[in-house]
């Protein structure tokens, strides 16, 4: 009891969490997080008993550490289906320096992953997939999520520029005479191709001159139309397929084809 006069002594409970604390004489020292039970006991003599066991339990959490994420891109464009030749770089600090964050950084645009980068040392990096984005201008962010130990963060916005994809138009017919009123037996067939091999859709417009003769839906970029009869008087003419620019192709009209009409 206090008024025993008898010495107390003070020591740490094996229910602590291990390196969560010491004990130095009658001073605590805190060193990791977790539970911390101090036990304090007092032995008795011949004329007091020994007193109960009083313990005393403290909790300690560990803070997290603040973080900054930053983002570079490799090119601040990159064209239609090309997206992939654009690389992005992260690279994530703690606040204080010491301990380097683990774990991976998503770089996106508005709510969309573009690509997820695992980092080393505080540095990673990672290649967009094609056609992720629309053609217009993006902005771009590293998103680091809090963890355990490290709060997360969000890096500035970078501009990303995305172009239309250029295409090449070409046209094929199946002959190059029809008699008048039998039109209809030709065949044109049309290939649009990009330069990344991303096939375009849409349509191809078969013209002679101002008027189409028929009208080809791609699929997989390719489609084929056959014009209706009577669809031109008797003469000779020249024939294009033309592609028209979308809100993800640039256009392009193939190279011209004679066709007479007999």
Known sequence: SASSGLPVSFSVDKASTTKACALNGTTVSFTGPGSCVIDANQAGNATY??????QQTMTVTAAK?????TVSLTSPSAVYGS???DTAKVAITAAGGGVIPTGKIAVKAGTRTLCTATFVNGAGSCSMSAIALKPGSNSVTAVYTETTHFRGSTSAAVALTITKDPTSTSLTLSTSTVTYGSEQTLIAKVAVTTPNGVAP???????????????ATLKAGVGQCSPKATTFPKGSYTVEGAYLTGTTFIGSTSSSSPLAVN
């Open 49 to 54: 008993l020994a007193a109960p066991q009083v």
């Open 65 to 69: 550490a603040s973080t900054a994420t």
């Open 83 to 85: 997206e992939q030749s």
């Open 201 to 215: 859709t849409g349509s191809v417009k078969v013209k002679a001159g101002t008027k189409t003769l028929c009208t």
